[in-house]
């Protein structure tokens, strides 16, 4: 994902997984004290969770390319 990186590029790609992948959970789990739901943080929890997965299969894996 980030070429310019160089030598560092597994390690950055590490911590843009983590980062998302905690983005992705925290917002898809998150419900309030009367256990519902927010839209707003299901749609970026969303969209983290889609660009884990894309740098997860693509840049880390190789499985894939977009």
């Known amino acids: 994902m980030f070429e310019f990186?160089?030598?560092f590029e597994p390690f950055i790609n590490f911590v843009f997984?983590?980062?998302t992948g905690y983005i992705a959970l925290h917002?898809?789990?998150?419900?309030d004290a009367n256990g519902d739901t927010?839209?707003?943080?299901l749609l970026f929890g969303s969209i983290?969770?889609?660009f884990?997965?894309?740098v997860l299969f693509q840049d880390v894996?190789?499985?894939v390319a977009f």
């Open 5 to 7: 990186t160089g030598e």
């Open 17 to 19: 997984l983590c980062v």
């Open 27 to 31: 917002g898809i789990r998150f419900r």
């Open 38 to 41: 927010d839209f707003v943080r």
């Open 48 to 50: 983290a969770a889609v």
């Open 52 to 54: 884990f997965f894309m």
């Open 61 to 63: 894996l190789g499985i």
